[in-house]
T-cell receptor
């Protein structure tokens, strides 16, 4: 069964520092992977997605992620953190539910950005 | 229009009340979803509609009743809820690609439900 694991429920970085949020997946077929961000009391917003093709995926707000099949990873990075990046981040994998697709989410990583 | 709208934003209801949550999208998506999200947890899938037909029910209690009147609208009817049903209820939609796994979902802002 497909699943994702996010290492680190809380990550704290200083403003301007590198952001690295970890996600490992388990899938018996080529996975479709996603990173979503959720700001307090809001819905989820898609940051980026990997379906096929280029393994380095660029998303919105300066985020990017690299699909590494050998490591079954899809870590999210941003070179320089901004205060506005403080939010909850969810990694997700798409699975085919027999009749339609559904997303399986990781447990989330809360990113704090210190001034 | 790449927006999913949800009404109301907040809802407080008693355990004997009947209320409904509404979700709307005009992106031409034919798959729509209801999720429940508790604080500091990921969203949990409740229902999926595909082409206005219920395709997935994740063993949700019958006090939650979904309805998809047309391809743009999704409702969630609530009756005799329990305090533990208090949560953020998220609606999402996606383009349905038959046979594929590609599934970019667009989420609404959610309805914050409190059951007293």
């Amino acid at each position: 069964a497909q699943s994702v694991t996010q290492l680190g429920s809380h990550v704290s970085v200083s403003e301007g520092a590198l952001v690295l949020l970890r996600c490992n997946y388990s899938s018996s077929v080529p996975p479709y992977l996603f990173w979503y961000v959720q700001y307090p009391n809001q819905g989820l917003q898609l940051l980026l997605k990997y379906t096929t093709g280029a393994t380095l995926v660029k998303g919105i707000n300066g985020f990017e992620a690299e699909f590494k099949k050998s490591e079954t990873s899809f870590h999210l990075t941003k070179p320089s953190a901004h205060m506005s990046d403080a939010a909850e981040y969810f990694c997700a994998v798409s699975v085919y539910g027999g009749a339609t697709n559904k997303l399986i989410f990781g447990t989330g990583t809360l990113l704090a950005v210190q001034p | 229009d790449t927006e999913v709208t949800q009404t109301p934003k907040h809802l407080v209801m008693g355990m004997t009340n009947k209320k409904s949550l509404k979700c709307e999208q005009h992106m031409g998506h034919r798959a729509m979803y209801w999720y429940k999200q508790k604080a500091k947890k990921p969203p949990e899938l409740m229902f999926v509609y595909s082409y206005e037909k219920l395709s997935i029910n994740e063993s949700v209690p019958s006090r939650f009743s979904p309805e998809c009147p047309n391809s743009s609208l999704l409702n969630l009817h609530l009756h005799a809820l329990q305090p533990e049903d208090s949560a953020l209820y998220l609606c999402a939609s996606s383009q349905e690609l038959a046979g594929g796994q590609y599934n970019e979902q667009f989420f609404g802002p959610g309805t914050r439900l409190t059951v007293l």
